[in-house]
Every structure is written in C-alpha cells, then in structure tokens.
C-alpha cells in the first residue's frame, strides 16, 4: 500500500513517564500521511480514549496500526465505529 493522503493509515504507540510519585502513560495517536499527532492522552483507559479522541475530529483511517502491545488488545476485531460508540450501536447502524 502507498500512503498517499491523510486518513489512509494511523498508528499509535505508548510510552511511560517517570514522575515524582510513579509513572503515566502517554498515549499517541498519529497520521503516517501528513505525520500529524491526532491525539494524546495520559488516561487509565489510555489506548481506546486516544483513539476516540482522534476518531471525534478526524476522517476514519483505512488501517490503524499498533505494536499489537497487550494495551491495545480490547481494540482488536473490532473496527472505528465498534471502538468509538460500542458494537451493538455500530451494528444497528450498519
């Protein structure tokens, strides 16, 4: 596949940050087209709210690529619509 516009192909990764009183976890979601951070976020529920959060303001991508980490395993088989307002909504409205 080319990658030729936005929205074609997001990826997200996580990283954690030592603090003073332990660490957080930052979440990004970006476009590989235009290499824009879509989303970022430092939530307990960290990977589906980033993608939630870039699914609000942006097109659907074709393919959203993960390390396929354990954090993003409740996203897998499921597609934008499934993640962003639940399988049952998505399938009534399919």
């Known amino acids: ?3 030729t516009e936005p929205d074609q192909v997001w990826c997200s990764d996580i990283t954690h940050i030592r603090l003073a ?3 957080v976890y930052l979440t990004v979601v970006m476009d590989w087209a235009s ?3 879509l989303s970022v976020t430092m939530d307990d529920d960290f990977c589906v709210n980033a ?3 870039a ?3 942006h097109k ?3 393919i959203f690529n993960t390390d396929q980490g354990a954090q993003y395993q409740s996203l897998v088989g499921k597609t934008p619509a499934e ?3 639940g399988r049952e909504v ?3 409205a399919a």
Do not use: C, D, N, Q
Request: aromatic share 16%; hydrophobic share 40%.
């Open 1 to 3: 596949m080319t990658i």
């Open 21 to 23: 009183h332990g660490f």
């Open 35 to 37: 290499r824009y951070v």
């Open 51 to 53: 993608l939630k959060s």
């Open 55 to 57: 699914l609000r303001r």
């Open 60 to 62: 659907t991508p074709e």
């Open 83 to 85: 993640i962003y307002w």
């Open 90 to 92: 998505a399938k009534k």
